[in-house]
């Protein structure tokens, strides 16, 4: 991508999840001095750990925002890593609270709404762009983004059903999750390869 565009769908990945990571971080803190003595150690510990991927992440970002397409394979299977770090991290947290966290919704609805908040935040930036392009591949770029647009509403419909559901383990959210976000992720790069077709 060019810096026309300003948009590159691993970089709006790692920013969306990094969204996601703060949100539960606070959550977490939050609550925190809910957990019993005993297991107040650990959920600490699985607190520390959160920030540590937060930091791990925000830092990626910092570093690869303006290199987008070039971001090697190892720098992604890095971030990869690290996503996967917090989520084990998120379940720490869960098994040393295992009497409070056992069917806590307000975290679902926390992470659903942090993941809303940030694809409409991605959102904004590539209708931005698209505004740029007033070429021959506008209609290519308007479709793409309306597409953009479409997938995030079916996947918003989805989280919001599953939520209001009330009886899902963090198991079936954070499946719910993954599926929605892949499904943005796809309709992300789609856009991005639209607009660089319009370049």
Known sequence: MTDQSHIHSYVERAKNRLDEI???????????????????????????????????????????????????????????GEWAKFEDNVMAYFDAAAGIYEQDKAYFQVRIEALKDAWEN??????????????????????????????AEIANAKLKDLNAAGNASWAAVRDALSASRAAFDKALDETQSAFKKAL
């Open 22 to 80: 703060d949100a539960s971080v606070a959550h977490f803190e939050a609550r925190a001095q809910d957990v019993q003595a005993d297991a107040r150690a650990k959920a600490d510990a699985a607190i520390a750990k959160m920030k540590a991927n937060r930091d791990a992440y925000r830092a990626w970002v910092a570093e690869n925002q303006e290199i987008g397409e070039l971001i090697t394979a190892e720098a992604r299977k890095d971030l990869e």
């Open 122 to 151: 991605t959102m904004e930036r590539v209708r931005k762009s698209a505004k740029t392009f007033r070429t021959s591949s506008e209609a290519e770029v308007d479709a793409a983004v309306a597409k953009l647009e479409k997938n």
